[in-house]
């Protein structure tokens, strides 16, 4: 069983930056992948950002390309989202997830349905 807790939510101007943090329990950290999504309202949850296990290989959606960064301390057993340049677009609650590799490398993991743990969310609002 791993849990998943995000912080670093708030509000913040367009242009702006925040870092978001995803804290794990459990012992096995460094075997799982680790994702980031959101739900604006009225949306679907959307993939943001992926990392590896390893940490050595990461994904991103094309909306945020360039902006956000996915990083990770398997020492920690933290997982980081670096937002900059935020849009109000952007606006969303931010979840982190998890998902148990056997592969260090292993990162296409785009749907939510690939994750075996969820955290509750942490409020991002972006103003104009």
């Known amino acids: 069983q791993v849990q998943l807790v995000e912080s670093g939510g708030g509000l913040v101007q367009a242009g702006g930056s925040l870092r978001l943090s995803c804290a794990a329990s459990?012992?096995?950290?460094?075997?799982?992948?680790m994702g980031w999504f959101r739900q604006a309202p009225g949306k679907e949850r959307e993939f943001v950002a992926v990392?590896?296990?390893?940490?050595?290989?990461?994904d991103y959606a094309d909306s945020v390309k360039g902006r956000f960064t996915i990083s990770r301390d398997n020492a920690k057993n933290t997982v980081y989202l670096q937002m900059n340049s935020l849009k109000p677009e952007d606006t969303a609650v931010y979840y982190c997830?998890?998902?148990?590799?056997?592969?260090?490398?292993?990162?296409?993991?785009?749907?939510?349905?690939?994750?075996?743990?969820w955290g509750h969310g942490t409020q991002v609002t972006v103003s104009s």
């Open positions: 997830a998890g998902k148990h590799t056997y592969y260090s490398g292993s990162y296409y993991y785009p749907n939510s349905y690939d994750y075996d743990y």
């Open positions: 459990g012992r096995t950290f460094n075997s799982y992948a």
């Open positions: 990392i590896s296990s390893s940490g050595g290989r990461t």
